[in-house]
């Protein structure tokens, strides 16, 4: 799955757009390398995500299309 998609549909990012401006600014890296919106995300990936002065870091347990607001944390674990 692409890495913007990915983002939307976990929910780590609200819109898909906004997952692409952060991978183009740099802000967005997948195992410690800076990522591109059209990266693939594999299960086991360590995602990293800046947020101005805050970073999230998130490891990718769980890969599906589209699932409900309520099961979206399913889909990564907080590091």
């Given at each position: 799955m692409r890495l913007d998609k990915y983002l939307k549909?976990?929910?780590l990012i609200k819109r898909r757009t906004v997952a692409n401006e952060a991978c183009d600014?740099?802000?967005v890296m997948i195992n410690d390398k800076v990522a591109k919106a059209s990266t693939d995300v594999k299960i086991?990936?360590?995602i990293e995500?800046?947020?101005g002065i805050k970073?999230?870091?998130v490891e990718v347990t769980e890969i599906v299309d589209?699932?409900?607001k309520e099961d979206a944390k399913?889909?990564?674990k907080y590091l």
């Open positions: 549909v976990s929910r600014a740099g802000r086991g990936d360590v995500i800046g947020f970073t999230v870091r589209s699932t409900k399913d889909m990564f």
